[in-house]
């Protein structure tokens, strides 16, 4: 993947986008298939 930096210059992220050092804390999420979600989360993402 492309530095941040190049990808800026390439016009592909906004110079006022969220800073990179932003972290994101608590997440809630809808999911119509209970079962898919896990499965992607878990087995795709590594989450437990």
Same mark, same amino acid.
Not at 3 to 26: C, Y
């Given at each position: /993947? =492309? #530095?941040?930096?190049?990808? /800026? &210059? =390439?016009?592909?992220?906004? @110079?006022? =986008?969220?800073?990179?050092? &932003? #972290? ?5 999420? @809808?999911?119509?298939?209970?079962? #898919? =979600? ?11």
């Amino acid at each position: /993947m =492309a #530095r941040l930096e190049d990808r /800026m &210059t =390439a016009g592909l992220l906004r @110079k006022d =986008a969220v800073d990179p050092e &932003t #972290r994101i804390g608590h997440v809630h999420l @809808k999911v119509s298939d209970l079962s #898919r =979600a896990l499965d992607f989360y878990c087995d795709v993402l590594g989450f437990s």
